[in-house]
């Protein structure tokens, strides 16, 4: 598929495309930040993470489908092209903060980036999902730099390296893994400096791109499904969220 620009204004550009045609497309240290929340590879068709699907019953009596399956995206997805892209798109010092699951873990941590640790958002009203498993509470990003020193951190001296807040509301859901845009915002805040043009290669409902342009700073997005590029450009155009969204 080549890539087509969706959507651009002052702040935001987004592709609808694949990120292994618009990364390469890119110019060299062009990117202050990669922020990004990339499939995690836990839908039930590869077995991992509990998800055999089953049937739950509810306090009524009735029972419900209980399967985590986000969509095709979400089953073989690698790190390695966006991995690959990392050392010449960001800038000296610029920052990689990618959610992730366990699965993906060892993938990152082997990037060849300056690790500095995992960020935790811990959700303060987690749904329950599985019986017999852990209720899901947490999610992790990896943030690493480009380089050895003098990246961004704009938290103060001493930052605890979790954040916590609720989840997208059901009801205010367009997307199945939607990162609420508080924990965008927060992040982008952190990791970045005004003059720093944000990428968000997996950008789903456009969270991160709403965060950013929040922030007054630039991003690019790229988003492989054309529904969820009709999705990003509606929600761009309802204005600057309020703070808890
Ligand atoms: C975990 S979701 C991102 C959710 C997003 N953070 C939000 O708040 O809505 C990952 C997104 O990446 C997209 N995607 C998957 N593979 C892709 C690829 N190769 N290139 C571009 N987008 C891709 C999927 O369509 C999905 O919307």
């Known amino acids: 598929m080549s890539p087509t620009r969706y959507y ?54 009735s029972l419900r489908e209980v399967r985590k399956d986000f969509g095709v995206w979400d089953r073989n997805w690698s790190p390695s092209l966006l991995i690959g892209e990392l050392p010449r798109l960001l800038r000296r010092s610029g920052s990689l903060v990618a959610f992730t699951s366990e699965h993906l873990l060892a993938d990152w941590l082997t990037s060849g980036l300056n690790h500095r640790g995992l960020i935790t958002w811990r959700k303060t009203n987690p749904p329950p999902q599985f019986p017999k498993l852990y209720v899901r509470s947490t999610e992790w990003a990896v943030w690493q730099v480009n380089g050895p020193g003098g990246w961004v951190f704009n938290a103060g001296g001493y930052r605890p390296d979790c954040y916590d807040g609720p989840i997208v509301p059901a009801a205010e859901r367009v997307h199945p893994t939607q990162k609420p845009v508080w924990l965008m915002r927060a992040i982008v805040a952190v990791h970045t400096a005004p003059e720093d043009v944000v990428l968000d290669p997996y950008a789903g409902s456009g969270s991160t791109l709403l965060a950013c342009r929040d922030l007054g700073r630039r991003v690019i997005g790229v988003e492989a499904d054309e529904r969820y590029c009709e999705v990003i450009a509606s929600r761009l155009s309802q204005g600057v969220l309020p703070l808890g969204a």
């Open 8 to 61: 651009s204004d002052d702040a935001v550009t987004l592709f609808h495309g694949l990120d292994t045609d618009v990364l390469p497309t890119l110019a060299d240290a062009s990117i202050g930040a990669v922020i990004t929340d990339p499939p995690y590879n836990v839908s039930d068709r590869n077995g991992r993470d509990g998800t055999t699907p089953g049937r739950l019953r509810r306090r009524d009596g």
